[in-house]
Structures are given as C-alpha cells and as structure tokens.
C-alpha cells in the first residue's frame, strides 16, 4: 500500500509544472529560432537546418511517460529511421540545474548511450528559454518543423497517453504521421494535439 501510494504521489510530481507565461507558437507560422549548446560539444541552431525536416523532442530520463517510449525502443527506432531520410532530430532537456531530470553535458551522453539513441544532436535548455519559447509542457513534446522552417506539428507523440509500454503497439504515433505526409509533399492532417507526459522541470 504504501508503495503504491509513493509511486501515486511520484506521478503527480511529474504532471505538475510551471506554464509558460507567453503564447505558445502556432502551427502554420514560422519556428522559433534558437540556439542551444549541445551535449557532444559546440551548438546548435534551428538556422542551421534550413531546407531539412526537424524534430523537437522534449526529454526527462526520469520521467515514466519518457521511459515508455524508451524501454518499448520505439524513441529510438524513430530517431534511426528518420534521420536515415536526412531529418534532423534534436533531443532537448530543459530540465533546470537541481530539478529531477537535470543533466550535465557528459551525464546527458551517457543516458543517450544507455538508451542506445540515435538524435542528431541532444541539446541542453537548463534556463528553459527555449521550452518556455515553443511552450513545451510535457516530456516527451514533440514538434515538426518543416522544410520552410515553419511548425507543422506540435503536441504528443502519440495518441496513448499512459505509461504502459504494450500501449506503444496500437498507438497512432503522430510525430510518424507528419514526418510522412510531408516527405510526400501532403498536409499534415493532425497539425496539433494535447501533449502529455511529467510536467517539464523549469526553474522557479
């Protein structure tokens, strides 16, 4: 009983986060830009991939909903076959420093390794300017950001939002579906749903 209530209690911690004080971009307008300093050194900018098809991915290794995409492989099963196609897949904490989830640069490596991930970059957000930018809620959020650099999806990555890692099978994933509608040069049809996920661990 009493683990059952911890693990209840460990749950609603991670739902619970700081909103963004601003509006949230809009899907149809351009991307927000940024520049982020990346885990394997150097940075990395949205400019940098003008004309290529971007992924946003939200991270917290100690979230249950981030480890759902992981222990199922089905995260980095993602990021292999579509930065195979040359789509550029940037992992981003915005984790602040003493908040669950924070990572240093070599610690954030290590966890990629671990989970075997495949990113093109990950990057690290510890102030949360960008998540608060693009008003990433949850990890995992997702978004597309298309070879115009306009956002063309944001919201979660699928359309089960449990933690159970069997749900990844029959779930409509999302992030999928708008990578693949416009590498066929077709509209996205689901530009935009409810994240879900721990509450992304901004600073106070």
């Known amino acids: ?50 004309g290529k098809l971007v992924v946003l991915e939200w991270h917290n290794k100690g979230c249950p909903f981030v480890h ?3 222990d199922s492989g089905n995260m980095q099963a993602l990021q292999k076959e579509y930065t195979a ?4 897949w940037l992992t981003i904490n915005s984790s602040a420093e003493g908040k669950q989830g924070y990572e240093t640069a070599a610690e954030a490596l290590a966890t990629a390794k671990d989970d075997d991930a495949a990113p093109t970059h990950v990057l690290l957000d510890a102030d949360g300017k960008v998540g608060k930018l693009y008003g990433a809620k949850t990890t995992p959020s997702m978004f597309v950001i298309d070879k115009d650099g306009k956002l063309a999806y944001a919201g979660a990555i699928d359309d089960k939002p449990s933690t159970d ?40």
């Not at 949230?24 to 990395?44: I, N, V, Y």
Request: proline letters at 5%; a positive charge; one cysteine or more.
């Open 165 to 204: 890692v069997d749900d990844v099978k029959t779930a409509k994933n999302y992030v999928r579906a708008a990578l693949d509608a416009l590498a066929a040069g077709k509209p996205v049809e689901t530009a935009s749903t409810k994240s879900y996920g721990c509450g992304v661990k901004y600073a106070d």
């Open 68 to 70: 759902k995409q992981y």
């Open 1 to 50: 009983m009493l683990k059952k209530f911890f693990q209840a209690a460990f749950m609603l911690a991670c739902l619970t986060a700081a909103a963004p004080a601003h509006a949230d971009p809009l899907t149809g307008e351009a991307a927000p830009a940024f520049t982020l300093p990346a885990a394997d050194g150097g940075t990395a900018s949205l400019a940098d991939y003008k």
């Open 85 to 88: 196609k040359d789509v550029i």
